[in-house]
């Protein structure tokens, strides 16, 4: 009996490590394992391609999204947790529901939704022209579904989870990721040390890395703006900011992607936003993307993936 439970128990350890082995998003692959990148494509899927405000900045990624039927560009966002339309949703006919509104009829990254829950922010100002902003798409309408971005062909692409093509879950570098307070936060590693409190934002599309000011002294190794090696402003909700730059003593990974010495940046009128404001120790923008396809694997186990395509 004993020698006949030994090796049930020895099966039983083989059968599990083997569906294991089989499984892509449920493994952690190291270099050597990583497959050859390149070959994932999102031709086939149902998507839609995003534009750029500015060629020069790739400052806002603006997605086309169809409300009810009428065409709109927002941004997108996914440092915002909702939908917010700009400006008063009474001219559009959308009902009031608790503190948002109804808005009907949505199709979005080649999905459709029969209804989405948006909150409008009425001091933004909603504009007349049709290529302007009308809003933001922030992480809500994503959650339960993957959500690839393929920056080198401008794709946005919505998918049910068992419809991720195999080649993407395949090729993707998988690593860890939580939803907290609405944002996506990643497991990344920088100058050699674990972070959990950095979450994925692409409203912040030129940064590679934006934190704190303390912690940006310490990744850096510098003191202060006269140390910086940039500085740059940006509007952000209708305030203007000043950042300042340098890069890190070390290099930055995420999962077995690893960047040698990012820019990293701040802002010294608000040192301790991503704490005070966000429970966070920064940001994670898409400056380091530009060659990529990125994953937002949205299920209760939220993974974030990693997929290079044609590296220098």
Not at 94 to 117: C, D, T, Y
Not at 270 to 299: C, K, M, V
Request: with cysteine; hydrophobic share 35%; charged share 20%.
């Amino acid at each position: 009996m004993r020698l006949l439970a030994a090796v049930l128990i020895l099966l039983l350890s083989l059968d599990t490590l083997y569906f294991a082995q089989q499984s892509p998003r449920g493994r952690q692959q190291t270099s050597a394992q990583l497959p050859k990148q390149g070959i994932a494509t999102t031709d086939g899927l149902s998507c839609t391609r995003f534009e750029w405000d500015d060629l020069s900045t790739k400052a806002v990624m603006k997605a086309p999204i169809s409300l009810d039927g009428t065409p709109y560009w927002y941004q997108l966002d996914t440092g915002a947790d909702v939908v917010i339309p700009y400006g008063s949703p009474k001219q559009e006919g959308w009902s009031q529901l608790g503190s948002g509104i109804r808005i009907p009829n949505v199709r979005f990254a080649g999905m459709s939704f029969p209804a989405i829950l948006g909150y409008p922010m009425k001091d933004m100002l909603d504009s007349p022209s049709p290529e302007a902003l009308h809003g933001t798409v922030g992480l809500d309408p994503l959650i339960g579904h993957s959500f690839v971005i393929d920056f080198p062909k401008q794709r946005l692409c919505l998918v049910a989870r068992p419809d991720l093509p195999e080649s993407l879950i395949r090729e993707a570098d998988w690593s860890p990721a939580e939803i907290r307070h609405g944002k996506l936060f990643l497991e990344i590693e920088l100058n050699g040390k674990k972070f959990d409190g950095i979450f994925y934002d692409t409203g912040s599309s030129p940064d590679a890395l934006s934190v704190d000011f303390n912690l940006w002294k310490e990744a850096t190794g510098r003191s202060g703006a006269k140390g910086a090696t940039t500085h740059s402003s940006s509007q952000s909700w209708g305030r203007e900011l000043e950042f300042i730059g340098a890069p890190a003593s070390g290099d930055l990974r995420i999962g077995n992607h690893i960047y040698k010495r990012p820019l990293i940046t701040t802002t010294i009128g608000q040192p301790d936003t991503f704490r005070t404001e966000y429970g966070a120790q920064g940001l994670l923008g898409n400056a380091l993307f530009g060659r990529s396809i990125i994953i937002l694997d949205l299920g209760s186990h939220p993974q974030f993936g990693i997929i290079d395509i044609n590296p220098q």
